[in-house]
Every structure is written in C-alpha cells, then in structure tokens.
C-alpha cells in the first residue's frame, strides 16, 4: 500500500523530517510513504479564493480518479488515532492512499 501525503507550503525543517523519519521507521513494512510538498500560490495579486482555487488544482493534478483520499480539514470531522487507524485498515484494498494535509 502507498500512502501520498500532500501538503502545501514550506518544505519541513530538520527537527520535523527526523521527527516523521522516526514515525515512519514504526509503520508497517508493507506501507510505502511518499511526501508530496507543494508550493503555496499565495500572492499579493490573488484573492484568498483565487489561491484556494490554484492550490486546489495542483492538489488535484496529483491524484488519480482510482485513489482513495483523506482530506485533513480544521472543519472537517474530528476522528482519534485508532479510528484513523481503522480507516486506514479498511483503505488498504487499495493500491494508494492520499492524505491532504
């Protein structure tokens, strides 16, 4: 299983890359983690909408119809470490899974 985690924004500093190389190292061997960092558009010239808009696309560019996607949202609904865990379990029937972040 593939597990895509796409974040827009900075690239990660030293302490959050040891950090997730440590988490990482906990996982299954069977579960392959890829990071995909992606630009922010955010630009004086573009409205709040017009940069969720182009960020939206490039989100969308890296994601294929077949994949099963998690998006990470502030409003969207709260689930703890084993529910996530959980859902995680029953995604696994797929070839990738991303998790928007």
Known sequence: MIIRIISIGNKL????????????????????????????????????????????????SRIMKKDFVIACDSNGEQINSSQFSKLILRCQKNIKLYVLS
């Open 13 to 60: 500093n030293l302490s959050e890359s040891k950090n997730i190389e440590y988490f990482i190292k906990q996982l299954p061997k069977n579960l392959q983690i890829e990071f995909i960092n992606l630009k922010s558009q955010q630009n004086p010239k573009y409205s709040q909408q017009e940069v969720i808009k182009k960020e939206s696309k490039l989100i969308l």
